[in-house]
């Protein structure tokens, strides 16, 4: 079975099982996913508006293509 590692530019974790959905961190394809470790320090908390901390938005923020 191939190998998934984690769709967050500041990540490269391997996926384990399906992944998570990046949504709405990131601006990623369908096929795209993050790991665990990304899903519950940064999709989650952005769900539910939680702040992020400036650092990592904009290093986030910083790789996508507007």
Request: hydrophobic share 35%; with cysteine; glycine share 6%.
């Amino acid at each position: 079975m191939k190998k998934k590692y984690c769709s967050n530019p500041i990540c490269n974790n391997e996926i384990e099982g399906m992944g998570n959905n990046p949504q709405p961190l990131l601006d990623l394809k369908v096929t795209d996913s993050v790991c665990d470790t990304c899903n519950e320090e940064f999709v989650i908390p952005a769900r539910l508006g939680e702040p992020v901390s400036e650092f990592i938005r904009l290093m986030i923020l910083g790789f996508q293509k507007n």
